[in-house]
């Protein structure tokens, strides 16, 4: 299987081993973001505390 996508992608099997790792590590840091992201959401949305300072903080404001 590996073999036949380094031939897909045009790379040796190692380049091709290394490649596939750095897209799973991208994508493994891309969905630990995403659930972080969700948890301060819910955070917020559960307390007016955290709402209150996001509204303040979190909102760029145009002062003109």
Same mark, same amino acid.
């Given at each position: 299987?590996?073999?036949?996508? *380094?031939k897909e992608r045009g790379l040796g099997l190692s380049a091709a081993i290394r490649?596939?790792?750095?897209? *799973? *590590?991208?994508e493994a840091k891309r969905k630990r973001i995403r659930e972080q992201t969700k948890a301060v *959401?819910?955070?917020?949305?559960?307390?007016?505390?955290?709402?209150?300072?996001?509204?303040?903080?979190?909102?760029?404001r145009v002062e003109l």
């Open positions: 299987m590996l073999e036949t996508e *380094a490649v596939l790792a750095c897209e *799973a *590590a991208k *959401a819910e955070y917020i949305a559960g307390n007016p505390e955290a709402q209150e300072f996001f509204e303040f903080w979190g909102t760029p």
